[in-house]
């Protein structure tokens, strides 16, 4: 988020436009606090995780008679427009905030990449690098045991990052939200066929909504009789330092963001589709749903059938 805040900040600034932050979400607009964003002190947060304008989430703003104290707070303060950066919480306030008036252009940013008007969200890419980071971790002390490793990824209801981080640490399962777990057949038969293929450690990915990793880790033991190693990530995920697709995008969709405004055209969100960048209207866009690749999994199936065909073919 921090490479966003520094675009917008920094096209506003090429624009003649001035620029402050809104601190702690929508409540630090319903409760004025702001700060002055200028060259400088956007000029070393590039390289930080997090966000500089820090997050909250407000109850408040949720009811009408906060939106208005909002608006009012844009009124008073000679406001012309809004880039929000966040997910469907903070895109479904900023369509109340343009019904009232208020332009208002959206940056998608979660890890989780769930917005399903744009392929691709802020943060996605490093949540996705240290996940991967910490499972490579984790194997290198599973080499010398016959172990079953479980970690336990963020994905609510989303498992774009579970699959993701699967396929690139080569998991032998992924469960995710979106499809239903089968016990038997995606966690004990991958086990048992990556057992015959020669392996002697298994990795399991599992996505938040699909499931506790715990439980997980107790269904493997009586199960398979392999001892289980849980590891539940949590928000590490949502730290470090951001990775260079992150960096590039972010910087990409808030000077794209401040130029829509500037040239009249708000109230949209800042997608990416097929690789470009493009403006959808804020309502179309809330609307659109996104869908996990299947294909993907398939591919992630394929990877560990295809080690265990090739054992059986010696």
Known sequence: MNAAVRAVVRTALANGIECVGIRRGWQGLI???FILLNRDSVGHILSRGGTMLYTAR?????????????VATCKMLGIDGIVAIGGDGTFRGALALSRLGIPVVGVPATIDNDIGCTHYTIGFDTAC????????RLRDTMQSHERCSIVEVMGRNAGFLALYVGIAVG????????????????????????????????????????????????????????????????HIQRGGTPSARDRETATRMGYTAVNALAQGRANSIIAIQGGEIMEIPIE???????????????????????????????
């Not at 038997?184 to 506790?212: C, P, Y």
């Open 31 to 33: 409760n004025s606090d």
């Open 58 to 70: 407000s109850e408040e703003f949720m009811t009408e008679a906060g939106q208005r104290k909002a």
């Open 129 to 136: 690098n240290t996940a991967i980071e910490c499972i490579d």
């Open 171 to 234: 998991a032998t399962s992924v469960l995710v939200p979106e499809r239903e777990v089968d016990f038997q057949k995606d966690v004990v038969e991958r086990i048992q066929d990556s057992r015959l293929a020669g392996n002697t450690h298994f990795m399991i990915v599992v996505a938040e909504g699909a499931g506790s990793a715990v439980e997980v880790g107790k269904m493997v033991r009586d199960s398979v009789g392999i001892e289980p190693r849980v590891t539940v990530l949590g």
């Open 284 to 314: 179309e866009a809330l609307e659109m749903k996104k869908s996990l690749q299947m294909e993907r999994y398939r591919i992630m199936e394929v990877m560990q059938l295809g080690g265990t065909a090739n054992r059986s073919s010696l």
